[in-house]
């Protein structure tokens, strides 16, 4: 008796490895930018509902089945009064018989080897673009801070997060 609603998820591995990406200089100057290889990383785990605007995110130190299986409850919390059709790629831990999905989500695998069906692989690019673009973070701690910024200015932002996301394949027919 619940409205169902078609969501997509993915995890994005964030980490303090900082590669130099392109930036604007004025003519004949050359910009700075840091460069750094520090192996820290963390997992974004995101759900989207472009229909809705809404979406939820954790993020946690590794992605696993029982990190998804964590993630997941919160999902079930924060769309409680949604039936929830989650498309989510092939990963290992989507799939194993040992994850603990709730009753009201079902998940979908999308086809192996096609992240550009998933439209949170899009999320990830604008927090690329955004908030992480030329920055050497000094600790782990900074980095999280960060991501906690940019997910919270998406999430309160439901126009940008459809426009990122809303993929037609993702709507019911009415």
């Not at 609603?5 to 392109?22: K, P, T």
């Not at 069906?117 to 701690?141: G, T």
């Not at 801070?145 to 993702?170: G, Q, W």
Request: hydrophobic share 40%; charged share 25%.
């Amino acid at each position: 008796n619940r409205p169902v609603i078609v969501m997509a998820q993915d995890e994005g591995l964030f980490g303090r490895i900082c590669n130099a990406r392109r930036a604007w200089a004025p003519p004949d100057s050359r910009p700075k930018a840091p460069r750094q290889i520090v192996r820290e990383f963390l997992y974004v785990f995101a759900a989207i509902c472009p229909a809705l605007g809404r979406m939820t995110s954790i993020i946690l130190p590794y992605a696993n089945t029982e990190t998804m299986s964590i993630f997941l409850r919160q999902v079930s919390l924060d769309f409680k009064v949604y039936f929830m059709i989650i498309v989510v790629d092939q990963a290992s831990w989507h799939l194993s018989k040992n994850l603990d999905v709730p009753e009201n989500i079902r998940l979908v695998p999308q086809p192996s080897h096609s992240p550009e069906l998933n439209p949170v692989e899009h999320l990830w690019e604008e927090m690329r673009e955004k908030y992480l673009h030329n920055i050497a973070f000094k600790s782990i701690d900074k980095l999280e801070d960060t991501l906690c910024s940019a997910l919270n200015d998406i999430s309160n932002d439901p126009e940008r997060l459809k426009s990122v996301t809303n993929f037609p394949y993702l709507k019911l027919p009415v």
